[in-house]
């Protein structure tokens, strides 16, 4: 590479640099002066055991001149996220944590639990949190104490109105929510008093929730911010990271990463908190164990690098744990990356191309009713959660009413706008994949297509190819990755038939119950709208509607 740059063409100004080989982008920086920083890499002064890689494979190199470094760093991620260049981090949101969202549509307010962030105009996510954590009991609160008043829905389209109320649902899940957390208390006491005793019970677990007063953990600052300790360790070529987040100055959640040093360690570093805050929602504050540039960062929160008190206690206590688990966390790093590497050369020799991303197919039915289809997406051999989708198809579109219809008809709305991978997998055989093949011949797709095939015990058999040859799968580690996405794709589906299932049932499941008749049910849901809210209410919500037994006899005949 170094015969191929000429440096006296490189200016000195602010800017996004390209290395490239004659196929695609292999790494993209962004540099303060871009002329001293290609330098450096010609000098050998960036140099991790990738780096000399880097530049034996680039025979190329593209730059771009910025007004400023904001608009480089900005102009950076954007680019990255658009190409996934192999040198460069790129974060998943490969595990599952929830999110209560708090959107602000024209003229109302939606709540909603989703299991990845996204940055969404006139959204606000409160998590990531665990699984434990309650978000349903907070999420059931936030709506009735903003979408309910008196026990009845709030009907109005003033816009103004709906936008106080998302400030308020924002307030209730922040840490200057004390005022909130004092009439919760006292309307908790209420409660009790009135002998409703579930609804009181409800208040206690809000409180709980909210302050994060059930956890534990030995550090709890008397500020009480919303704020992430994230330390990182370099052990040999890997930049181990571990993130302990502080909800109301208290801690309640751990994560860990590996990830190898690509370019420097630095860089490294930098390189993830901007991909980590792409996929996490940003806390109030970043508190770490080593000194970070601003500028560097592509958002503007405060980034402390604490020399003494609670700070760095709590940085010296995330160090401790990540240290006691390093040599097994590199260890499973290495396995995952060695399992991916045998199936990428499976592909490789199956399909004769680079296989990065790809997408599963499969659908959901009973008896041709409330009919589903769904696609998980894989990314870098990771799931990728943010890209899976699920599609309700009507019987209206519908005309054999057939597995290999759900197929065609599920890929049709999926390639109609989405990003396109590198691979079709479908769940089953020949059918399966001449039904995908009509598809891409339709929308002039060239991609190629596999079907992953079940045996009489519904378990994974064999791979077959678009050109209809059987491949077995005599690799232990390439058969459980395939059986594994296979089992996956079927639950999503089988889960979201199930959703559908018991929202079409609710209609009708009312009027089977001993004491409500049609007026009971068209009084519940004028009340509450769908028959999904009906479900979802507790006894004391459907008792402002119902008499208390009847509202007893509904919650008993759904539990059952």
């Not at 979408?147 to 109005?156: A, E, F, H, R, V």
């Not at 960062?297 to 006691?324: H, S």
């Not at 209206?396 to 759900?406: A, F, G, Q, T």
């Not at 849901?525 to 507790?538: P, V």
Request: proline content about 3%.
């Amino acid at each position: 590479m170094k015969n191929k740059i000429n440096i006296n063409e490189i200016p000195n100004l602010c800017g996004v640099y390209l290395f490239k080989d004659q196929d695609s982008i292999l790494y993209i920086g962004k540099a303060k002066n871009l002329k001293k920083r290609i330098q450096q890499y010609l000098n050998g002064s960036i140099n991790s055991y990738k780096t000399p890689l880097l530049l034996e494979k680039a025979n190329n190199l593209d730059f771009i001149v910025c007004s400023n470094e904001k608009e480089a760093l900005l102009l950076e991620q954007e680019l990255i996220k658009k190409n996934k260049p192999y040198y460069n981090i790129l974060l998943l949101d490969d595990k599952k944590f929830p999110y209560i969202v708090i959107q602000l549509k024209p003229n109302k307010l939606e709540f909603k639990t989703k299991f990845f962030y996204k940055q969404v105009p006139n959204t606000y996510y409160y998590g990531p949190l665990p699984p434990n954590y309650g978000y349903k009991t907070i999420k059931n609160f936030l709506i009735r104490e903003c979408l309910y008043k008196n026990g009845l829905p709030i009907q109005t389209n003033d816009n103004e109105f709906w936008k106080e109320k998302f400030i308020y649902a924002k307030k209730i899940l922040s840490s200057s929510n004390n005022e909130i957390i004092s009439r919760l208390k006292h309307q908790m006491i209420e409660a009790s008093e009135n002998e409703q005793y579930e609804l009181a019970k409800d208040y206690r677990d809000v409180i709980q929730y909210l302050t994060n007063k059930s956890s534990q953990q030995s550090i709890s600052f008397s500020e009480e911010k919303n704020f992430d300790v994230i330390v990182f360790l370099k052990h040999d070529s890997y930049l181990l990271v571990l993130v302990h987040y502080f909800k109301n100055g208290v801690f309640f959640m751990q994560e860990d990463f590996v990830v190898e040093i690509k370019i420097d360690f630095y860089e490294s570093m930098r390189s993830f908190i901007n991909s980590f805050y792409s996929i996490r929602n940003q806390p109030d504050m970043i508190v770490t164990n080593y000194e970070i540039e601003k500028e560097d960062l592509i958002f503007d929160k405060t980034i402390l690098k604490p020399k003494k008190g609670q700070y760095l206690q709590a940085v010296n206590n995330a160090l401790k744990n990540i240290e006691i688990n390093k040599t097994k966390k590199i260890l499973e790093f290495k396995n995952k990356e060695n399992s991916i590497s045998e199936i990428r050369l499976f592909f490789n020799q199956i399909i004769k191309k680079e296989i990065n991303d790809f997408i599963v197919i499969d659908n959901s039915n009973e008896n041709n009713k409330d009919i589903v289809s769904v696609i998980i997406y894989y990314k870098n051999y990771l799931p990728y959660f943010s890209n899976y989708r699920k599609y309700t198809l009507s019987n209206d579109l519908l005309s054999r009413k057939s597995d290999v219809e759900y197929v065609k008809i599920g890929l049709t709305k999926y390639f109609s706008k989405e990003e396109k991978p590198d691979l079709i997998i479908v769940d089953g055989g020949k059918q399966q994949i001449n039904e995908a093949i009509k598809v891409k011949k339709e929308l002039n797709i060239q991609l190629p297509i596999i079907g992953l095939v079940k045996n009489e015990k519904h378990s994974t058999e064999y791979l077959i190819t678009e050109q209809k040859k059987k491949v077995l799968l005599k690799n232990k580690s390439i058969y459980n990755f395939l059986a594994r996405i296979q089992n996956e794709v079927d639950s999503y589906a089988k889960n979201f038939h199930l959703k559908k299932k018991i929202n079409s049932s609710l209609e009708g499941f009312l009027t089977s119950i001993s004491g409500i008749g049609l007026k009971t049910e068209e009084k519940l849901l004028k009340h509450f709208h769908t028959y999904a809210n009906i479900y979802n209410a507790n006894e004391d919500e459907l008792s402002k509607v119902v008499s208390k037994s009847v509202a007893k006899k509904i919650i008993e005949k759904l539990e059952k």
